[in-house]
């Protein structure tokens, strides 16, 4: 029998956040640090939206790009709260979450072999979707010495003729760093010099701990060769109602627009309509929850640091990415004997790219309580094995 199996698909590593909590989920008592969840249930009066749109019977197909009411409110809240405006008829398309936006934007953007510039640590996705779309990922390396942002000069030193797309993930997940408006005005300014489209993945900008979330497409000439992808799941913890968006210049649209009809049709009914509550009426529910983050992020980093590992404060998204390098283990080897030994689940630096390699991501999206009991098994971890490294 012929071989059933795609060799590019055979080819592409199962996620690295997995392999640990498929382990946890057969471990009784473990806790785990590691999911980017919210631990917040979805605020009561946007389920009550999506509840009585059930009873009202609003359970057919809606448009291929989404309800009019929803794509009005998305570009209502862009122009509030970052200052970009999108005419929603022709420049936004509601998605099956940022996944979907991610995934189509590089399918419709790639022919085979264009390069696409991945910055990392960063979400485990981009890399796996630019090869399935026949692009050719090219990983730019962020370092903790500068925050982990991305700078021009590590921009420059990547880009080839072959380039054709970056990736701006910020808020970034892992490492929590975030991209101000005097570095986004460097990119911007290098990537109209060198003909560059951007898919810029804003998934976190809610979830931003030093002044207001800047995005790319804000600046004089970017709205025209960005696509901005964002999503209800982190800011209104939305995660299961599987809910994202995309905004981009008409051209790209409607080939990104091509590939949700004939592989989704539409994102659910259901959840569109709480989202249209959502935008209307959950700043406060936002605001909430960002505070409540801001608490968590501040107690963890100190207690991270008071047992004598070396972290690079995040400002942005809900994760701290503490080094490890100390400790004479690898990431793997690390988070391996913290689960066998104490119990508790993280996430391996290398699971965001090889950079990561030295690093864990943990998540601070679960309560204080949850927070408090895992610290105080990793100080028994660390005690026994920084002692052992020294």
């Known amino acids: ?46 389920r009550d939206e ?12 809606t448009s291929n790009a989404g ?67 026949d692009g050719v990922p090219v990983t730019i390396q962020l370092e903790e010495k500068d925050k982990f942002r991305l700078t021009k000069e590590k921009l420059l030193e990547k880009i080839t003729p072959k380039t054709k797309v970056l990736i701006l993930p910020f808020p970034n997940n892992p490492t929590g760093s975030i991209m101000e408006p005097e570095d986004l005005a460097e990119i911007a300014k290098i990537c109209i010099e060198k003909d560059l489209f951007v898919i810029s993945d804003e998934i976190y900008s809610e979830l931003t701990y030093k002044g207001q979330h800047c995005t790319i497409a804000a600046f004089p000439g970017m709205k025209e060769r960005t696509v901005l992808i964002n999503g209800f799941s982190k800011s209104y913890a939305m995660t299961g109602w599987r809910l994202g968006y995309a905004c981009a210049p008409e051209l790209i649209l409607k080939q990104m627009l091509k590939i949700h009809q004939f592989a989704i049709m539409c994102a659910p009914t259901t959840s569109q309509y709480a989202a249209v509550e959502a935008l209307k009426n959950g700043d406060k529910d936002v605001a909430e929850m960002r505070g409540a983050y801001d608490q968590r992020r501040r107690y963890l ?63 601070y999206a679960y309560s204080l309580n949850d927070l408090k009991r895992a610290l105080e098994r990793m100080e028994r971890f660390v005690k026994r094995h920084l002692n052992d490294a020294q």
């Open 50 to 61: 999506g509840i009585y749109s059930l009873e009202k019977g609003r359970t057919f197909y």
């Open 67 to 133: 309800l009019k009411e929803l794509k009005i409110e998305i570009c209502n809240y862009l122009k509030r709260r970052f200052d970009v405006e999108y005419d929603y008829n022709k420049e936004v398309m509601v998605t099956v979450g940022g996944s979907e936006a991610i995934d189509i934007a590089l399918r419709a953007m790639l022919n085979p072999g264009d390069e696409v510039l991945i910055p990392q640590p960063s979400y485990v996705s981009y890399t796996p979707c630019t090869v399935l779309a």
């Open 301 to 363: 980093v100190k207690a991270l640091r008071d047992m004598g590992f070396d972290c690079y404060e995040p400002q942005g998204a809900f994760y701290v990415f503490p080094s490890i390098k100390k400790f004479g283990m690898t990431s793997d080897e690390f988070a391996l004997k913290l689960l066998e030994e104490e119990k508790v689940a993280v996430v391996p630096g290398t699971a965001f790219g090889d950079c990561g390699e030295g690093y864990l991501r943990i998540s």
């Open 1 to 46: 029998m012929r071989n059933p199996l795609s060799d590019k698909i055979v080819s592409i590593q199962p996620s690295g956040i997995r392999k640990f909590f498929d382990i946890v989920s057969e471990m009784k008592d473990a806790i785990s640090l590691g999911v980017g969840e919210p631990d917040f249930d979805t605020p009561w009066h946007i």
